[in-house]
């Protein structure tokens, strides 16, 4: 994997159900991944960073895991609700570069 | 706690002018970053600067962008004799030091050459 990919690229689902997306990225001189929600006219707004292989993060409903070794991360949402609705950036820095390598977003549609 | 401010929020500028985007980092971040998103496009790293340096510009366009954060007041981000191609959203992030923190992202300046 060259770049940072996501994937499914959208995703509709009902209210209450529990889902996840996935972030791949090159594993080679890795230094964090970050997890950002974007709503639209709004700030990215950030939820995660995480560093070490292995490494879970939860907040709220919120949760995401990371894979260093093989490139991925997960980030799940359990319960969702309509507010939940938005874009899911994922982001890696590399080495000692402060620079953050986004994805293109996994769009994330509950509906009622 | 104010967070990261961006102003304008909306510009328009015609060919050949000149774009100045201002960006005011949170209360005790020293450092700064730029991305770009274009239609259709994610957001790309431009350059990331702490006060009075330019630590990384490897994602700076080589002619007309330069950008700055001077020891008082905000970061600057100029495009001089701005083209259609660099009609898109800037946004500027901040974050406190040194380590894997979270960027924090103001709300972006969308810059419409016409």
């Given at each position: 994997i060259l770049n940072v990919e996501q994937s499914p690229q959208s995703l509709h689902v009902q209210e209450g159900d529990s889902t996840n997306f996935t972030c791949s990225f090159p594993s080679s001189n890795f230094y964090a991944l970050h997890w950002y929600r974007w709503e639209t006219a709004k700030s990215p707004e950030a939820l995660f960073v995480?560093?070490?292989?292995?490494?879970e993060k939860k907040k709220g409903r919120i949760s995401a895991t990371l894979n260093t070794k093989e490139g991925y991360s997960y980030l799940y949402i359990k319960g969702s609700q309509p507010e939940d609705s938005a874009t899911y950036l994922c982001a890696r820095g590399a080495g000692s570069a402060r620079q953050l390598t986004f994805g293109s977003g996994t769009q994330l549609t509950v509906l009622p | 706690n104010a967070g990261v401010m961006q102003n304008p929020r909306h510009l328009v500028r015609r060919r050949g002018q000149e774009a100045r985007?201002?960006?005011?980092?949170?209360?005790?971040?020293?450092?700064?970053y730029w991305y770009r998103q274009l239609p259709e496009e994610g957001l790309?790293?431009?350059?990331?600067?702490?006060?009075?340096?330019?630590?990384?510009?490897?994602?700076?366009?080589?002619?007309?962008?330069?950008?700055?954060?001077p020891k008082e007041g905000p970061s600057i981000l100029r495009i001089q004799q701005v083209v259609r191609g660099d009609s898109a959203a800037y946004f500027c992030a901040?974050?406190?030091?040194?380590?894997?923190?979270?960027?924090?992202?103001?709300?972006?300046?969308r810059l419409t050459v016409t």
């Open positions: 995480m560093t070490l292989n292995g490494d | 985007l201002r960006c005011s980092p949170m209360k005790g971040h020293s450092h700064v790309k790293f431009m350059v990331y600067l702490q006060k009075e340096n330019i630590i990384d510009e490897s994602g700076m366009p080589k002619e007309r962008f330069s950008a700055e954060f901040s974050s406190p030091g040194r380590g894997p923190h979270e960027q924090y992202f103001g709300p972006g300046t």
